[in-house]
């Protein structure tokens, strides 16, 4: 398993303004995730991000929107720009350990509210 | 193709019963199918997963049951605990591939 961190764990921004998310484990992996979780509702994937390479993003999400970074193979962040109350959410990441794909372990995540 | 259909969407069940929760499947290459425990305010927890070459998975109170040529599978809690009360996720992943797909959540209750 992993243990990961993410910073803030919630905050409320006005409309217009971006908030950046860190995301840190303590261990290197090669694959790290971001998700969105809308409340009461399920999880759905935003980008993954492979250190030195760009992230890929999913259908319905683009980089000018959420911008990730991921330096170094425990460390990545995803901002969340030009913030509506649409934006209003929990962010997740998470990492994939065994690099063989499918056992993800995630942080606690970050409550982001637009006002 | 991609989805995970999942079932119930809340379920109540008193201590020490045995509360199911069902996923079914479409894509045939999904070939990982794992289960989440969230509770509220936390990040999901990898409780238990399944490869397809096997029907069936125990750990501790956790079981998952896997039919292959029905493109389903489950949890099954044993001798529930209010504890366990959460909200389940079962999830799939194709072969060489590390996206997840997630069910659409059941929450739990389990009542004294």
């Known amino acids: 398993s992993a243990v990961i961190s993410q910073k803030p764990s919630r905050d409320i921004c006005q409309r217009g303004t971006s908030l950046t998310i860190q995301c840190q484990v303590d261990s290197q992996v090669t694959m790290m995730f971001w998700y969105r979780q809308q409340p009461g509702q399920s999880l759905t994937l935003i980008a993954t991000?492979?250190?030195?390479?760009?992230?890929?993003?999913e259908s319905g999400f683009v980089i000018d929107k959420f911008p990730i970074s991921r330096p170094n193979l425990t460390f990545s962040t995803l901002t969340v720009s030009n913030l509506s109350p649409e934006d209003s959410s929990i962010y997740l990441c998470?990492?994939?350990?065994?690099?063989?794909?499918?056992?993800?372990?995630f942080g606690p995540g970050t409550r982001l509210t637009v006002t | 193709q991609q989805q995970v259909k999942q079932s119930p969407q809340s379920l109540i069940v008193q201590k020490g019963g045995i509360p199911i929760i069902n996923c079914a499947y479409e894509?045939?290459?999904?070939?990982?199918f794992p289960w989440y425990q969230q509770f509220p305010g936390k990040g999901p927890a990898l409780l238990i997963a399944?490869?397809?070459?096997?029907s069936e998975k125990k750990e501790g109170r956790f079981t998952i049951s896997f039919n292959k040529s029905a493109k389903q599978f489950s949890l099954h809690i044993m001798d529930s605990q209010p504890g366990d009360s959460a909200t389940y996720f079962c999830?799939?992943?194709?072969?060489?591939?590390?996206?997840?797909?997630f069910g659409t959540g059941t929450r739990l209750t389990i009542i004294p």
């Open positions: 894509n045939t290459a999904f070939d990982y």
């Open positions: 991000a492979n250190q030195g390479s760009e992230a890929t993003y």
């Open positions: 999830a799939a992943s194709p072969f060489g591939n590390e996206k997840l797909t």
């Open positions: 399944i490869r397809p070459d096997v």
């Open positions: 998470s990492v994939d350990v065994t690099g063989m794909g499918g056992e993800q372990y």
